[in-house]
């Protein structure tokens, strides 16, 4: 029984696939282009087209695909963009695995822990409910697409994802040429908290959610420590051997640059705790950001 994966060609649709397969796991990925390969088949989320075929029978799905958060500015038509291409893929996804004759068995969704909008320094779990902003309500209706597969039967995990942390692409992957030439300052009051995971950790806990049934609802993919922006950029110096600079990117400056991107990702703070992956019994590989940004870098 195979797993299907969409939105396999991004940061981290190709490292679970590798993980996956790994464990000797039959992978089909999800192509939004004439499929090149066996182990690729076709869906267009745009034009709600999906290979039932290829959901007929699978065990499981890992729901990865949507426009990418950070890498161009957001105009009203990207935003429309980041919306429709993650709320219209759920759904024909979701559509199609209810469909088939032999629905797959779970589904894990991404989200992220934009979902609970700025909440300050205090600690939160998946029982916080929604905070505002765009990328809050993004979140909300991203859910509730994948949630439809939950009112049908099927398991499903709502992977609310921190930033996560690898060299090749991501938040990290864009602040690393920065922070090389020594660069690197705070945003803002750089007090915000940044709830990060490491590359590895992200796939261990996809495949300890896949593996545990009880597992289900939204679950935070963070680690347990996360840091102020401020410790943050400080222990990123760190670990390139850098200094970082000591005056912080005022917000208003911020916000002239990256516009909207810079209000909703970069200056509010969750302080999110993982406790449904502790509960379940996951063990982090990387518990503290020094020790995570020495194996990733
Ligand atoms: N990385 C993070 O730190 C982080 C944090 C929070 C949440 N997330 C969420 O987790 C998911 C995976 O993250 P990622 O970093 O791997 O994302 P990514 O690198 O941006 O890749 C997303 C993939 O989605 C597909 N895609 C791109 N534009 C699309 C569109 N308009 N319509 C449908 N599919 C499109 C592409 O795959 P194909 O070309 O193969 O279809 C792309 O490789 C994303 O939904 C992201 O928002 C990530």
């Known amino acids: 029984m195979a797993i299907i994966v969409t939105g396999a060609s991004g940061l981290l649709g190709p490292v679970l696939v590798q993980a996956l397969r790994d464990e000797g796991r039959e992978v089909v990925r999800l192509v939004r282009r ?26 499981a799905v890992v729901h990865l695909a949507g426009a990418p958060i950070g ?28 469909e088939v004759a032999a ?34 309500d993004l979140c909300e209706r991203w859910e ?54 490491s590359v590895d950790d992200w796939v261990g806990a996809a495949l300890h959610v896949l593996k545990h049934q009880d597992v289900a609802g939204p679950v935070n993919f963070t680690s347990p420590s996360p840091v102020t922006n401020t410790e943050f950029t400080r222990t990123l110096a760190a670990a390139l051997r850098r200094s970082a600079m000591p005056i912080p990117v005022p917000a208003f400056a911020l916000s002239a640059g990256l516009g909207e991107f810079a209000r909703e990702a970069l200056l509010p703070g969750h302080r999110v705790l993982p406790r449904k992956l502790l509960d379940s019994g996951y063990r982090f590989t990387h518990t503290h950001l020094d020790e995570a940004l020495s194996a990733v870098l």
Request: no cysteine; aromatic share 8%; glycine share 14%.
């Open 34 to 59: 004439t499929p090149r390969a066996p182990d690729e088949a076709f869906w267009q989320p745009g034009e709600q087209v999906v290979d039932l075929a290829a959901l007929d029978g699978a065990e």
């Open 71 to 98: 890498d161009k500015r957001w105009s009203e038509a990207y935003k429309r963009e980041l919306v429709s291409s993650r709320v219209e893929g759920t759904r024909l996804l979701v559509n199609a695995m209810r």
């Open 103 to 136: 629905p797959p068995q779970v589904l894990l969704s991404a989200s992220g822990v934009d979902f609970y909008g700025d909440t300050g320094d205090r600690e939160i779990d998946e029982g916080q409910g929604k905070g505002t902003g765009f990328l809050a």
């Open 144 to 197: 509730a697409e994948a949630g439809r597969a939950a009112e049908a039967g099927i398991r499903t995990v709502r992977m609310r994802t921190g930033l996560v942390l690898s060299k090749k692409g991501g938040a990290l992957g864009r602040m690393l040429p920065i922070f090389k030439m020594g660069l690197g300052a705070p945003l803002g009051s750089g007090k915000q908290y940044w709830s990060w995971i």
